[in-house]
């Protein structure tokens, strides 16, 4: 079994990664425009690549803050849906998992 305090430590690293990454993501999309039409196009592509990826990190975040709420409460590593443990080769692939490999597999939320 995975010891809350090093769960806690994996969510709490991660989620400072993500806010780092984040934040730059937000500053390089506050960035001045270009004025050339074929670069302001080139620019617009690649803003919707960041707010793509801006978005996915905020998913993550709430997955991880959600994690911690589990941890809080010391229902970390339970499975969500079936209420089943959630293997620590699972949680030390993706920490911030809700649900064991069966509901995940099973597409059940």
Known sequence: M???????KR????LAELDTRLVEIEHD???AKPADFEEAAIDR???EM??????VGLVEVRMIEAALKRL???????CVSCGEPISDERL??????PLCRECAGAGKH
């Open 2 to 8: 995975i010891a809350p305090e090093d769960a806690r």
């Open 11 to 14: 969510l709490k690293s991660r």
């Open 29 to 31: 999309l506050d960035e």
């Open 45 to 47: 592509e690649s803003d």
């Open 50 to 55: 960041l707010e793509e990826l801006g978005s």
């Open 72 to 78: 809080d409460e010391g229902t970390y590593g339970i």
């Open 92 to 97: 030390a692939a993706v920490p911030h998992t």
